[in-house]
């Protein structure tokens, strides 16, 4: 099974780039030491596929037991997200932030392999977040029929209101 058939579209929506990447986890854990219980934090990461689309960012689980499959795990409305840095010279990291939180991504696609690389990319993602929010507030303040409908209909009340006995 490819990666695209575990990826839903909407309406309208269409893939714009993806990446090999691999998400990074961070839970905490409950470790026992000679001083007694104490939490430590530990990072995971998982194998996959970092998609954007025309309308959201998702990260797809690439899971590998008996053969491969794989599963969306993270997606962000491209409306929802605030920020994307990219890491240092050393690193191929990327972080997306949203309401909810940061995932943080690490780029092991071999087309990503410089800093020029991952600015392209950031860059991306930011036109792909803009064009979304203006397409946004275009569809809110397209103008509406309602102020033309609304005053006949009052007028019309008030007729049937005159007309009618209590």
Do not use: C
Request: proline share 4%; no cysteine.
């Amino acid at each position: 099974m490819a990666w695209q058939n575990a990826l839903v579209l909407e309406n309208n929506e269409k893939v714009v780039q993806f990446w090999k990447s691999n998400y990074q986890i961070q839970t905490t854990v409950i470790k026992e030491t000679w001083r007694g219980k104490r939490p430590k934090t530990v990072e995971h990461k998982k194998k996959g596929i970092l998609v954007l689309t025309n309308q959201k960012v998702v990260w797809i689980e690439e899971m590998e037991i008996r053969r491969k499959s794989y599963h969306p795990l993270v997606t962000i409305p491209l409306e929802n997200i605030k920020g994307v840095q990219i890491s240092g010279p050393t690193s191929n990291a990327v972080s997306i932030a949203d309401a909810i939180g940061e995932y943080a991504f690490d780029l092991a696609d071999p087309a990503v392999a410089s800093q020029d690389d991952l600015n392209f990319l950031k860059r991306i993602i930011l036109d792909q977040v803009n064009a979304r929010k203006q397409a946004s507030t275009a569809n809110l303040t397209r103008r509406s029929r309602w102020p033309d409908i609304l005053p006949k209909g009052k007028l019309l009340l008030r007729k049937r209101l005159q007309h009618t006995q209590f």
